[in-house]
C-alpha cells in the first residue's frame, strides 16, 4: 500500500473516532451544573436557566451541559452558625445577592472567586400605607426616610402619632437580618443614615446609642417568623400585616397588584441605599474539573446577554445598562406609587467587614 494512502485511512479512522465521540457525548445525559442562587434572583435566573438548557448547549469538548438552580440567601453561606457549602458539598457557582458576601464568604476560607462582578441590580425601597401615610407624612414634606421611621417606632402606637385607635401598635416589616440579604440591608441602611456616611467600614456598629436608636425599630417588626422569606407576600394581605416595610425594589414590584387590591402604598428611596448586584462566583477548587468550569462561565456570559438582561425586568430587576422602558410593566405599575425609572444612587452603602457584620446580626437576631 502506498504512503499517501496510508496516510488517508489513518486521517479517516482520527476522523471517524472523533465524530464517534462526539456522538456518544452528545447521547449521554447533560453534565448538570448546579448555581446556588440568591431568593431575590432565583425567579429570574431560573427562567434563565430554562431558556439556557433549552439551546442544548455543548461545551468545546461535545459535553452536553445543564444549569440547575438552588436558593441560598447570603447569610447561609458565610455564617458561622450555617455554613451551606463545605468542601464535601458545594455548587459549582454561586450568585449572592450582595457583592459583599463574596468577601465575606472568602474570609471564612470558601474558595470562591468573581467571574461576574454583577449580573443585574435591585434597591431597598420604603413603602408604606396610603391611611398611614397620612398621619405618618402629616407633619412634614420630606420623603418618608430612617428618620421619620424611627419616630414612628418610637411612638409605638398609631394613636400617639394622631391615627385611628384601631391600627394599635405600629408594625414594620422587613425580613430578618440574620438569615437574609434583604434584612440585612435594613441595618445597613439605617447605620448609613445614623452615622452620616456610606462606608459602614468608618463605622462603629457595636456604638451603643446606635443599637438603641436601631432597637426601636426592630421591636417594631411584629414577627419575623410569620413575615417569611418574602415580605411583600406577606403585605398583600394588608395593613393588618404591616403598615411600613423596606423591602429590596424588586419584592414590591412582583407583589405590587396584590398589595394594592387591599389598599395603595406610597413609595420613597432611602438616603442611604443597599445596592443588590448578583455577582458570579465561581467555586475554584481542585475538584472542579474544566468541564465545570467551562460550563460556569458559559452561563454567567449568558445572564449578561441582551434577551436575559430584558428578561430580568420581567422579574422586577434592574439590567446593567439601568436603562428601563416606560412600557415595563412591572415598573410601569410602580411609577403609580412613586417608583423611579433611574432612581439616584450615589449614597449607596459600602458594607462593614465580616466580623463586624456577624456581631450586628447576633445582636440583632
Do not use: C
Not at 436557566?49 to 461545551?59: D, I, M, Q, R, W
Not at 436601631?214 to 403598615?243: K, W
Not at 420581567?314 to 425609572?341: C, H, K, M, Q
Amino acid at each position: 500500500m502506498k504512503r499517501g494512502s496510508v496516510f488517508v485511512i489513518l486521517f479517516v479512522l482520527i476522523a471517524l473516532a472523533v465524530i464517534g465521540a462526539s456522538q456518544f457525548l452528545r447521547s449521554q445525559p447533560p453534565l448538570e451544573i448546579t448555581f446556588a442562587v440568591s431568593p431575590l434572583a432565583q425567579a429570574w435566573v431560573s427562567a434563565s436557566a430554562e431558556s439556557f438548557n433549552a439551546t442544548n448547549p455543548l461545551l468545546g469538548s461535545g459535553q452536553r451541559i445543564a444549569v440547575h438552580v438552588q436558593p441560598v440567601d447570603d447569610p447561609a453561606v458565610w455564617n458561622d452558625s450555617t455554613r451551606a457549602f463545605s468542601a464535601q458539598q458545594h455548587p459549582q457557582a454561586w450568585i449572592p445577592a450582595l457583592a459583599s458576601s463574596v468577601d465575606y464568604a472568602v474570609d471564612a476560607r470558601l474558595p470562591l472567586v468573581v467571574i461576574a462582578p454583577e449580573t443585574a441590580h435591585t434597591l431597598l425601597v420604603w413603602g408604606i400605607f396610603e391611611s398611614r401615610a397620612a398621619v405618618a407624612e402629616s407633619d412634614t414634606t420630606a420623603a418618608l426616610d430612617w428618620q421619620r421611621v424611627q419616630q414612628i417606632a418610637d411612638a409605638e402606637s398609631w394613636a400617639t402619632l394622631g391615627g385611628d385607635a384601631s391600627w394599635g401598635f405600629v408594625k414594620l416589616i422587613f425580613s430578618r437580618p440574620s438569615t437574609t440579604a434583604g434584612g440585612l440591608g435594613v441595618l445597613f441602611s439605617g447605620a448609613g443614615a445614623y452615622f452620616g456616611t456610606t462606608d459602614l467600614e468608618a463605622a462603629s456598629l457595636s456604638d451603643t446609642a446606635f443599637r438603641e436608636w436601631m432597637q426601636r425599630v426592630l421591636n417594631s417588626v411584629p414577627n419575623f417568623n410569620t413575615i417569611g422569606a418574602d415580605p411583600a407576600a406577606a403585605l398583600t394581605r394588608g395593613p393588618s400585616t404591616g403598615e411600613i416595610a423596606l423591602l429590596p425594589e424588586s419584592q414590591w414590584l412582583v407583589n405590587l397588584s396584590g398589595i394594592v387590591q387591599r389598599e395603595p402604598v406610597l413609595f420613597s428611596y432611602p438616603a442611604y441605599t443597599v445596592l443588590y448586584q448578583f455577582p458570579v462566583a465561581l467555586w475554584d477548587a481542585p475538584e472542579m474539573t474544566s468541564i465545570e468550569r467551562d460550563a460556569v462561565y458559559r452561563f454567567a456570559d449568558w445572564l449578561q446577554t441582551p434577551g436575559e438582561q430584558a428578561r430580568a425586568i420581567e422579574f422586577g430587576l434592574r439590567p446593567l445598562d439601568g436603562n428601563i422602558s416606560e412600557t415595563a410593566a412591572l415598573f410601569a405599575a410602580g411609577e403609580t406609587y412613586g417608583i423611579v425609572l433611574t432612581p439616584d444612587m450615589a449614597t449607596t452603602v459600602t458594607p462593614p467587614t465580616r466580623n463586624e457584620v456577624l456581631r450586628m446580626i447576633n445582636w440583632a437576631g
